[in-house]
């Protein structure tokens, strides 16, 4: 019995062998060269059967008469892929026209996930287009060369007045009594807020126009590492900036008000043109409109755009059009405040005898106080202002104690 259902089994597998054989036969032929196949029709495929994974397409079978279909320019990119394979026209249509595709970040902390065109605007000096040109626009052809020019005409100003003019001088000799102008407080946030906007202004100035000064000299490899080490540095030095002007702004708000004889002040133009200066207070009209032109309003437009370009102010979304127009705004306001601070720094060093003294040491002489400040020195002799109104200070010279006249 055993020996009959090996035998069988031995039959069967002989049997499926030969049919394997007859099978093969004919391909093997074919593929040997020698027999022709046969031309089989193409039996078509079931409707939905190419839907089901992905389909090759030929990119130069093309059709060339498509769009003459009345709905080609309202076909989708599916659509238009199976006429003309390979053309993208109507997803880019979409993303020009700003259509924003899905993400699943939320749009309170992300409006722009998903959109890479920005729609169109129109920027003050901009044509109407789409927001990132309309930045380009107003950075490249008003703020770059129009602020950049305003910067030079006023250091080419003060130029030809310091060549002119020279240095203001004090007329009178200096009798020795000396009245505390500056304490010691304010003159650390005056340097203080003087060290940040030097960084800025320089950093910022390389940024804005190096390209066109310095790039040329150095090269762009080092005029890159340059930048790169200026940014940085503006970036720290603005939280500074912003601190250091809020307590200038409270330490000299006081003396800063209108008093008489502002009014007469400007209308004679400070003396600049004359020799003699009108009689002012402990601070001038043209220092008045530094204080509040440059100090507070410039200085909050240009601290709180900052602020925004920093991402420093906390529940606010940083999307591309916020950026922007705190960019410009940041921007034009710099340019004003550098302008602006020019003739403060002018005068301040080598355009009036004496003013840096005061600064650095706190300290002026009373011709000094009588010729440019004439109120405040008449307030000082009448004892309504105190010549002395910090701890005096030990004479490194003398190693005697500074004594102000009163």
Not at 375 to 392: H, L
Request: with cysteine; aromatic share 12%.
């Amino acid at each position: 019995m055993q020996r009959a259902r090996v035998a069988i089994l031995f039959i069967a597998i002989g049997v499926a062998g030969v049919a394997a054989a007859q099978t093969s036969a004919p391909q093997a032929a074919q593929a040997s060269g020698l027999v022709t196949p046969a031309v089989v029709p193409a039996v078509p495929a079931p409707p939905g059967a190419a839907t089901g994974g992905i389909r090759g397409q030929d990119i130069f079978d093309v059709v060339p008469e498509a769009s003459a279909d009345p709905n080609y320019a309202k076909q989708t990119n599916a659509e238009r892929a199976k006429v003309q394979p390979g053309n993208n026209a109507p997803m880019w249509r979409q993303v020009g026209a700003g259509i924003t595709g899905y993400s699943s970040l939320p749009k309170s902390q992300a409006p722009e996930a998903g959109n890479l065109i920005q729609p169109f605007v129109q920027y003050p000096g901009s044509r109407l287009t789409n927001a990132g040109e309309a930045w380009r626009q107003v950075r490249n052809n008003w703020i770059i060369p129009y602020g950049g020019s305003l910067f030079l005409i006023v250091l080419l100003a003060i130029a030809i007045f310091y060549f002119s003019r020279g240095t203001i001088k004090t007329h009178g000799a200096d009798t020795g009594r000396k009245i505390e102008r500056f304490t010691p407080f304010e003159r650390a946030a005056h340097w203080s807020n003087a060290a940040a906007f030097s960084i800025l202004a320089i950093s910022g100035l390389v940024m804005a126009f190096g390209k066109f000064f310095l790039q040329p000299v150095i090269g762009g490899a080092l005029f890159g590492w340059l930048t790169w080490v200026l940014k940085t540095a503006h970036n720290f030095a603005g939280p500074l900036f912003a601190v250091s002007l809020v307590i200038v702004f409270f330490t000299f708000l006081r003396d800063n008000w209108p008093q008489k004889g502002d009014m007469n002040w400007l209308l004679r133009g400070g003396g600049l043109i004359s020799d003699a200066e009108p009689p002012s207070n402990r601070f001038n009209a043209g220092e008045k409109l530094i204080f509040w032109g440059g100090v507070f309003f410039l200085g909050m437009v240009v601290v709180s755009s900052g602020l925004v370009l920093d991402k420093l102010l906390p529940g606010l979304v940083y999307e591309r059009s916020t950026m922007q127009i705190a960019h410009m705004v940041h921007a034009v306001a710099t340019v004003l405040m550098m302008c602006l601070f020019l003739g403060h720094i002018y005068i301040g060093t080598i355009g009036m005898e004496g003013a840096y003294k005061a600064m650095k040491t706190g300290y002026v002489d009373e011709t000094w106080a009588r010729e440019h400040h004439e109120y405040w020195f008449d307030d000082v002799k009448a004892g309504a202002i105190a010549a002395q109104r910090s701890q005096p200070a030990a004479s490194s010279q003398t190693g005697q104690t500074v004594q102000a006249s009163s």
